[in-house]
Each structure stands twice: as C-alpha cells, then as structure tokens.
C-alpha cells in the first residue's frame, strides 16, 4: 500500500494570464507562441491562441523523457 501519490496539477492562478509555449509535445508537434489560459481543470489547461482557437493539453505533454520537452512560461508584464 501507497502512503503517499505525487500529483501535478495546473495552477487555477494561471486563468487568465498570458503563457509562452515552445518545444514538442507527445505527439511530435512543435508549439512556438503566445496563448492565453482559459481554464485549467487538474491536469488539463484549455488555451486560446491570438485567433480566438481554443486547444486543450494535459499535463502529460509537458512531462514525458525526451529532451525536446514542451516548456510553458507565464508572461509578466514589465
């Protein structure tokens, strides 16, 4: 038996801030951009890109063994 289970979530305090998103994901895909969170739902973030389209990624997209890794950084403004 497990004492404890490590989780990884989304924090709900990105809703609305603006993030960066560059590398691969599992799927091979490249993102290089600026997305605005929508939402984040445990380990699912929904993101709107500067066209009004909505994508979904988990948490597993940013958490695999490669060493093209998808990174997200949070955008502040200066």
Do not use: C
Request: glycine content about 8%; overall charge negative.
């Amino acid at each position: 038996m497990e004492f404890f289970v490590q989780t990884t979530v989304f924090n709900p305090q990105l809703v609305g801030k603006a993030v960066h998103l560059k590398g691969f994901d599992r799927d091979g895909e490249q993102w290089d951009g600026v997305y605005l969170v929508n939402s984040t739902d445990g380990t699912k973030i929904k993101l709107i890109d500067n066209i009004g389209i909505t994508v979904t990624l988990h948490m597993e997209n940013f958490t695999f063994e490669d060493n093209d890794l998808l990174k997200i950084t949070v955008m502040e403004a200066i």
